[in-house]
């Protein structure tokens, strides 16, 4: 399995922003997938986990009600829909793969996407 993410970009305060990662093999209903983000000379942190069949979800404290985590099987893409961003939200944005039904650890997830910049102007 390969993950490509896409869709990152420069958007004001307050904006919004949908990022996207396509899976180049079967990934619904064998991984859960998750977002995590990354500011230089800061760990790797976890936004956002959807399980293995789509029926759940998690989020970091910091985006609950801003973010979204959704799936679309047919087109074998996870997106992550973000509202009201705020500066403090940019960073380079990774899609990630884990085994497990579902996880909020780094550790737990084997397979990385490239990431994907997104900046939030003041």
């Known amino acids: 399995v390969q993950l490509q993410a896409s869709g990152g970009g420069l958007v004001q305060a307050g904006g919004s922003l949908r990022v996207s990662c396509t899976a180049s093999g079967r990934t619904f209903g064998a991984y859960g997938l998750g977002w995590f983000r990354q500011v230089p000379g800061l760990e790797r942190e976890f936004v956002a986990g959807?399980?293995?069949?789509?029926?759940?979800?998690d989020y970091a404290d910091s985006v609950k009600g801003r973010f979204t985590i959704s799936g679309d099987i047919g087109k074998n893409t996870v997106y992550l829909q973000m509202n009201s961003l705020k500066p403090e939200d940019t960073a380079v944005y990774y899609c990630a793969a884990t085994p497990h039904a579902l996880g909020n650890r780094r550790e737990v997830y084997t397979i990385w996407g490239q990431g994907t910049l997104v900046t939030v102007s003041s």
């Open positions: 959807i399980s293995r069949n789509g029926g759940v979800t």
